[in-house]
């Protein structure tokens, strides 16, 4: 019965520890919004998550998420009709250039950023 136990843990553990790809998500803008309306929608969702927000620019903003021991560094380029998130870098993700791919955990924090964009661009600005 413990070597059982001690397998499925270890299942449990690799597949926790799985890679998965980072593609880039790109995000409509569902209503007419100026930039920096857009970019407003941006840095609060980021910072509602616990990102870091850092302006690079017209169209542009670095975010820095922190968590324990992970670090992820992502660009948000975005227009008045679209955003698009992509990987810049990180430190204990896993990461490998090869193959394009992350930790597993790195999708979920995106995709969470993601949706709390899209809906800070839907409230009233």
Not at 49 to 54: H, P
Request: glycine share 4%; hydrophobic share 45%; charged share 20%.
């Amino acid at each position: 019965m413990k070597k059982v136990l001690l397998a499925a843990t270890l299942v449990f553990a690799a597949a926790a520890c799985a890679t998965r790809p980072a593609a880039p998500i790109t995000g409509n803008v569902p209503v007419e919004r100026t930039l920096k309306q857009v970019e407003a929608a941006i840095a609060r969702a980021a910072v509602a998550r616990t990102w870091q927000v850092k302006n690079t620019g017209a169209g542009s903003v670095e975010l820095t998420l922190v968590n324990r021991k992970h670090t992820v560094i992502v660009d948000v380029k975005y227009t008045k009709e679209a955003y698009t998130i992509a990987y810049k870098n990180s430190v204990n993700m896993k990461y490998n250039p090869a193959n394009n791919t992350i930790h597993s955990k790195y999708a979920n924090w995106v995709g969470n950023l993601r949706l709390a964009i899209d809906q800070e661009l839907v409230k009233t600005p």
